[in-house]
């Protein structure tokens, strides 16, 4: 499935529909008056994170999406029918933000959670409405009332319990090809990941999701190699496993030149729980882990957790540590309040 995060589209709800001129016609009933019926209103536009879905790549094949018009009114006092509303479908974790790409409108989290985006137009008077002593006749109804139009831009924050961070070719998709089912693309080349993936990892009957972005590299917040835009879909994260290669000539380095970066991104990115591992660990001998797992502690402060993914050395220890951060994060979280949606 390809991979989209943000997206710009243009909505508009339905116009009302317009307001009825009729008159009472019944035999034996010579001045009936006016019986003509109101409009219907426009249909409204919606947005509702549903399942199923970690891509806004339908929205770049379609961009304008309008509700339907409310039905005419009709003779009888008949109002019309309500026009056809539309729903936008995104996945979890859509920020909806406003033309200028800065004002959040809203922020879809929880699958079902549903916001009105755009409300359609009321309809017009019939000439029911316009009835007066003078005028008994009336032959003046009401247009609908136009609906509303606006463009906005969808953007995707992935909802993840774990996130991994590293320099190009750490080990990140190999470590949540071999703890999940995902299917991540690996290769011995930079930049192999292009776009976030997710995996549902398990360890002692339970389970977490697992996030993983396109590595860093110095100067990512600039723009150099792929940048720093695919960070966002680690801020919601509970813990952050941040991967050093051991393949590194200078592993405290390598983790100094992530950190740097994650601190010139913000959006509290270092301020996460965060372990630290020396992955790919099944190419060094005894004496080289030592060496390198003493420059990683000298500069993360604290010593590293070991892991080779493709022996599955350590994994198990790394999958643990992630799942106690995580379980605590959400023991800590209070039972969800039932929330009233806008309507």
């Known amino acids: 499935m390809k991979f989209l995060d943000q997206a710009k589209v243009y909505i508009r709800s339905g116009d009302g529909g317009a307001g009825s001129v009729s008159f009472r016609r019944e035999k034996f009933i010579e001045f009936g008056g006016p019986d003509g019926g109101d409009g219907g209103r426009g249909g409204d536009v919606w947005a509702e994170a549903v399942d199923g879905l970690n891509t806004l790549i339908d929205y770049r094949y379609q961009q304008h999406f309008k509700a339907k018009t409310g039905m005419h009114g009709m003779g009888r006092n ?16 859509t920020q909806i933000f406003a033309e200028d790409n800065e004002t959040l409108i809203c922020d879809l989290t929880v699958v079902g959670q549903r916001f009105l985006l755009a409300k359609g137009g009321n309809g017009g008077f019939g000439n029911q409405h316009f ?3 003078t005028n008994q006749a009336p032959r003046r109804a009401n247009p609908g009332l136009p609906g509303e139009e606006l463009s ?8 993840a319990d774990a996130g991994l961070v590293g320099l190009p070719n750490a080990g990140k998709s190999t470590f949540l090809a071999a703890v ?3 299917k991540p693309k690996i290769a011995d080349y930079p930049f192999t990941t292009l776009y976030p993936g997710l995996g549902v990892a398990r360890i002692d009957g339970r389970e977490f999701v697992l996030a993983d972005i396109p590595g860093l590299i110095e100067g990512a917040h600039e723009g ?14 509970r813990v952050l496993l941040h991967l050093i290669s051991a393949q590194e000539e200078n592993p405290g380095r390598a983790y100094k030149t992530v950190r740097a970066e994650l601190e010139a991104y913000g959006n509290g990115l270092t301020d996460k729980v965060e372990i630290v591992a020396l992955s790919q660990i099944d190419i060094l001998d005894a004496d080289q882990r030592k060496k390198k797992a003493a420059s990683l502690k000298r500069a993360a402060g604290r010593a590293p957790l070991l892991v080779s993914a493709v022996t599955g050395e ?16 959400r023991d800590a979280v209070p039972a969800p309040v039932e929330t009233r949606w806008r309507q």
């Open 224 to 237: 150099v190699g792929i940048g720093d835009r695919f960070l966002g879909h680690v801020e919601r994260t």
């Open 152 to 159: 906005i831009w969808l953007r995707l924050k992935l909802i």
């Open 131 to 133: 009835k007066t002593s």
């Open 314 to 329: 350590g994994v198990e220890a790394v999958l643990r540590a992630l799942m106690a951060v995580v379980a605590e994060a």
């Open 180 to 182: 999940t089912a995902a």
């Open 78 to 93: 008949m109002t019309g029918g309500k026009g056809a509303d539309i729903t936008l479908k995104v996945p979890a974790g």
